[in-house]
Structure formats: C-alpha cells, structure tokens
C-alpha cells in the first residue's frame, strides 16, 4: 500500500480496536505496524488479533509489521489496611518485606532486589512518580524513608528505582512465557521492557533465535547511560518518554529523545518515539495544537516511526488518531524545511562497498529525475542502509522473504514487495521496474535506480548499482545478463 509520507505509524491493538473492520480501516488510515500489548489480554486474545491483522495484510496485498510489547518486571508495593494512605511532606515511611498491610507509617515492597541495590540518598517513585521519596538508611530487607513529595498511596502502585542499576532480568518468567508464544506466532518484531544494558538484550535474542527482531525500549536512565552498547546490541529502539519522564527531569527528556534519534539513524537501526504523541485523542476526535507540533517534531528529528498507544487501543476516535498523524506527517515531509534538517544531519557512515553503493544512489536520485530507489535484499540490511540516506525519493525493498518485507514495514520510507528468488540481474532489473510501475511509483517513461548483489540470495553482497528504464523493452535490449 503506497503511502504518500516516510515516517511510519504504529498502533496498538485492544478493545478499542479488536475487529477485523477496525483493524484494516486503520491500515488503510496510516498504520503500517500493530503493536499487542502483552501487559493486557490472554494469549488466546493476542493470537486472535494476529490472525486478523495476516489477513488484512493478505486481503490487501501489503506487508504489515507485527510489535509484541513485553511487560517486564512489575515492581509494586503491597498492600494497606485501609486501601490507601496520605503521605505528607516531611514524614517518615518505610518499605520492607514484611507482608503485613501497610499503614500510614510502612507498606510491604515485595522486592528483595531493590534493597540488596540501594544506598543512602537513593529516590524511590511511587505512582508515576507522583510520590517521591528519599531514603534516609537501608539494609537487605528495609528502607526509611523521608516523604520528599506527598500524595496519595494505594494498593499495588508502581515504584520506580531511577538512581540505582538493579539486579533484575528484563524478562520475567511471564515475559519468557510471552516472548516463545508470540514468536511461535510468527510476530516480527519484540519491544523489551525494563533495559539496563546490552546483556538485557542479548538474552531476549538468544530466547528469540532470530525468529524475531529485538527491538529496546529505552525507559530507563541507566539505559540512557548505556545507549551505545544497548543500540549495538539491538536491532532497533522505542523512546519510551512516558516511562523516561518519571525517573528523569521531564526538561531532560526532549534533548534525550533527539540524540537517541540521531544515534540510531546513524546506526541504520530503525527508532519509534512513543507515549502521549496524542492522549487528548482518547477522549476527543481532534488533538491539541501541542500534541500536533510533538508529532511533527519528532518527524522533523528524523524518527523512523511515531507510535498511539491508548488512542488507538482504547481510545473513542482510533482511526481518527491514526489519520491525523498520517495527515501531520505529509505536511511535515512536505515542507522544504523538513528536507533541509534531514539532510544537513546526515554524515557519511561506513566504510564497506554497500555504504557507497546505497550512497551513490542517493546522490543520483538528488542530482536526476529517477522515481524511485529499488533495493534487492535478503535480510533487509541494504534496505535499512537506503532509508539511513533519507533519500529524497521512495524507497522500493525487494525481498522474497516475507518476514523481511514485514519488519521493513517499521523503516523509514521503505515501501516493502515480496518478489520471487532472482538469479540473474537482468531479471531483477525486470522485477523492480514491474514494482515501480504497479506501485504507482514510476511509468513507462521513467527511470529508477535499481541495487542489488551478486551472487544473488546471499545476505551482505550488495555490490551493483544500476539506472535502468522502466520499460522492459529497454531493459531486455540493453542489459547484460
């Protein structure tokens, strides 16, 4: 399905958005990747909503890319005798492992984990960090606390831990559980909860052994001080702002989120920015005017994707959240401005034969009247390398993997063909002259520029570049074979 923007939106799945007719009007709206959001629904539930959205992608002929959201270690207090408790400013509080109900003076946090890494000083969060505490003294099973910020504390709030690494897996025994049903499934991509570092993620690869890629939410501050390793480690990145915004100074966030775009363009690693890009629109079919300069912002930066999380899964307007952000995007890569930051930010990367080929290519279709960059790849590395470029016209990705054509679906203008196994150039030079033509990219009279490598259906080979014709006459007459 040819889209008429780069930037590709996510939506995520639940009972605002669980029927067939909802889910193809929302890929037919601008939704290029659903997102199933294991925190919510049983595995019966997630495997029914896959099964729709296959056939949404075999109804209309276009590779839709599948995100399962993991969960991650839940860390919540326990609860109180009374439900909830005031917190004022100035008091005293503690958390420990006693299991008893909780009363104005201590709750029960049932983390062992959490006392072994904390120290005098630390910050503990509770609720969103709308409770900040700070601890006076701890040992291996307690930790007195002083009220910094007051509120209101209930059963099983969330606590955050922003000042220590913790000595917790980001996969749970749910989250194993989770990660080996929907990669059975056949999902193409896994966001990983709760990321400290690369070991994090090398874990969720081994368990997932290539049959999905990984992709790392950065949410936490030691993520952020351990970006380099993490985004080697990955094979592309969430800015969770939502999760950031708590354990860190909200101020801090903005500045964060553009560096860790960047990094990651540099990296040929697709990026998504999350979180509240259009809350209002849970509630209200028009957003606000600061939700739409976020979106556009985070176009602006070069992200390669912008996510809905509750407007589109249980929200009131989803298909209206998806067509506003489709609508912002095309107004944003419209604007001349837009091509111009893109551009002054891109820097020559790598030094292989495949980094000067996909460089090339861009650098013709800026200086000639090509339509269209078509990229034959096995494991879609040329593909991410051609979407790094930005390049001022569509990307077409060539594979006749289907799952590579389905992960593509998450990378910047990457228009994703499943195509059959090639064994001769001219006959991909064919092929990707068909793909422009009946994508609507290209005509008969136009030109594209075609890559590929030789020997074919070999994954890193990409070594040919090649301005062809889209008429196969002239393709036939004038290729060697």
């Known amino acids: 399905m040819k889209r008429q923007r780069n930037v590709k939106i996510v939506a995520t799945l639940g009972p605002a958005s669980e029927t067939y007719e909802t889910i193809r009007a929302l890929h037919e709206a601008g939704a290029d990747v659903f997102r199933l959001n294991m925190s919510h629904g049983s595995h019966p539930e997630i495997a029914e909503k896959h099964k729709i959205i296959r056939q949404v992608e075999q109804d209309l002929d276009s590779p839709i890319a599948i995100l399962a959201d993991l969960q991650g270690p839940k860390l919540r207090v326990g609860v109180f005798a009374n439900g909830s408790e005031d917190l004022v400013e100035g008091a005293s509080f503690r958390l420990d492992l006693d299991e008893a109900e909780g009363d104005l003076t201590r709750v029960c946090l049932p983390h062992p984990e959490i006392f072994q890494a904390l120290k005098a000083g630390a910050s503990l969060l509770v609720n969103d960090g709308k409770i900040r505490l700070k601890v006076e003294d701890c040992g291996e099973n307690f930790a007195n606390c002083t009220v910094i910020i007051g509120g209101t504390i209930s059963n099983r709030k969330g606590v955050n831990v922003p000042d220590v690494l913790l000595p917790l897996a980001a ?74 915004g708590v354990e860190l100074p909200v101020a801090a966030v903005p500045p964060i989120q553009k560096r860790l775009v960047r990094k990651c363009r540099a990296a040929a690693k697709p990026v998504i920015v999350a979180t509240q890009m259009l809350e209002s629109m849970i509630e209200s079919p028009v957003p606000t005017r600061a939700e739409v300069s976020d979106v556009a912002t985070a176009i602006y930066e070069g992200t390669d994707a912008i996510m809905l999380s509750a407007e589109s899964a249980a929200g009131s307007y989803p298909i209206e959240a998806v067509t506003t952000m489709d609508n912002v995007a095309k107004e944003v890569e419209a604007d001349p401005t837009y091509t111009q930051i893109v551009e002054s930010s891109r820097k020559a990367r790598g030094d292989t034969v495949a980094d000067a080929i996909v460089a090339a290519a861009r650098e013709i279709a800026e200086k000639t009247e090509i339509k269209a960059i078509c990229c034959f790849t096995q494991s879609g590395t040329t593909a991410l390398l051609t979407a790094r470029e930005r390049p001022r016209v569509p990307i077409i990705a060539l594979t006749p993997r289907s799952s590579t054509a389905r992960r593509l679906a998450l990378s910047w203008g990457c228009n994703c063909v499943v195509t059959k196994d090639q064994d001769r150039f001219k006959g991909a030079v064919v092929n990707a002259a068909r793909a ?3 994508g609507g990219f290209a005509t008969v009279t136009d030109q594209i520029a075609v890559t590929a490598g030789v020997p074919f259906n070999v994954p890193g080979t990409t070594n040919i570049l090649r301005v062809a014709p889209c008429d196969e006459r002239l393709i036939y007459s004038t290729d060697p074979e």
């Open 436 to 438: 422009a033509r009946s």
């Open 171 to 244: 996969l749970s025994e749910k989250d194993r559980a989770d990660l080996e049903f929907v990669c059975d499934l056949g999902v193409d991509w896994l966001a990983l909860s709760f990321v400290q570092r690369a070991k994090d993620v090398f874990e969720a690869k081994d368990l997932a052994d290539g049959r999905a890629s990984v992709l790392s939410k950065i949410e936490k501050p030691q993520a952020v001080e351990q970006f380099e390793e993490i985004l080697d480690a990955s094979d592309g990145i969430m800015v969770a702002r939502g999760d950031l």
